[in-house]
T-cell receptor, first 109, second 117 residues
């Protein structure tokens, strides 16, 4: 079993749709949970982070963590074509930092 | 936020030659930098962790004699791909941690696309 699993997609949605991206993990030691966005041929940029179970909202983005189920999600409301990118979940504890494989998202105008 | 740069952004080299990629933290001192490789439509694969003033720690399966990492200063780490072959063609990305920032956060460079012909 991989330490972090994520559906690779591709995921295509119409503009304005609500997008749900998910990751599961197996190591209960993970303390910090992050979502990165990576445009084609660019480095990843940090979108959101959280360290506790529950929801965290930032504009159109909501990060959700359920530590009991070892499950994290990123919701994007009112999706825009500019949201088209690969979204990678990541989690860490101490010096250990693990990325999920990423989900490719396309928002169609 | 903190800025990490990479140079070059794109390089083409002939098989058998060596290529050096630079990673710089522009507005903070990074005691730890990371080197990743990413193949098309795949996730980031950590190659090694570079600590200033000491030897890099390589991940399992990464040849340390082929991928030479030097972290000679708090703002610069270099990755040298020695005797490059076409299978080394990939997107190489570095990241850095700001020791004065939060422990979880990594700042990524824009990446270097290496094509070996």
């Amino acid at each position: 079993q991989k330490e972090v699993e994520q559906d690779p997609g591709p995921l295509s949605v119409p503009e304005g749709a609500i997008v749900s991206l998910n990751c599961t993990y197996s190591n209960s030691a993970f303390q910090y949970f992050m979502w990165y966005r990576q445009y084609s041929r660019k480095g990843p940029e940090l979108l959101m982070y959280t360290y506790s179970s529950g929801n965290k909202e930032d504009g159109r983005f909501t990060a959700q963590v359920d530590k009991s189920s070892k499950y994290i999600s990123l919701f994007i409301r009112d999706s825009q074509p500019s949201d088209s990118a690969t979204y990678l979940c990541a989690m860490s504890y101490g010096q250990n930092f693990v990325f999920g494989p990423g989900t490719r998202l396309s928002v169609l105008p | 936020g903190a800025v990490v740069s990479q140079h070059p952004s794109w390089v083409i080299c002939k098989s058998g030659t060596s290529v050096k990629i630079e990673c710089r933290s522009l507005d903070f001192q990074a005691t730890t930098m990371f080197w990743y490789r990413q193949f098309p439509k795949q996730s980031l694969m950590l190659m090694a962790t570079s600590n200033e003033g000491s030897k890099a720690t390589y991940e399992q399966g990464v040849e340390k004699d082929k991928f030479l990492i030097n972290h000679a200063s708090l703002t610069l780490s270099t990755l040298t791909v020695t005797s490059a072959h076409p299978e080394d063609s990939s997107f190489y990305i570095c990241s850095a941690r700001d020791p004065l920032g939060v422990s979880y956060e990594q700042y990524f460079g824009p990446g270097t696309r290496l094509t070996v012909t």
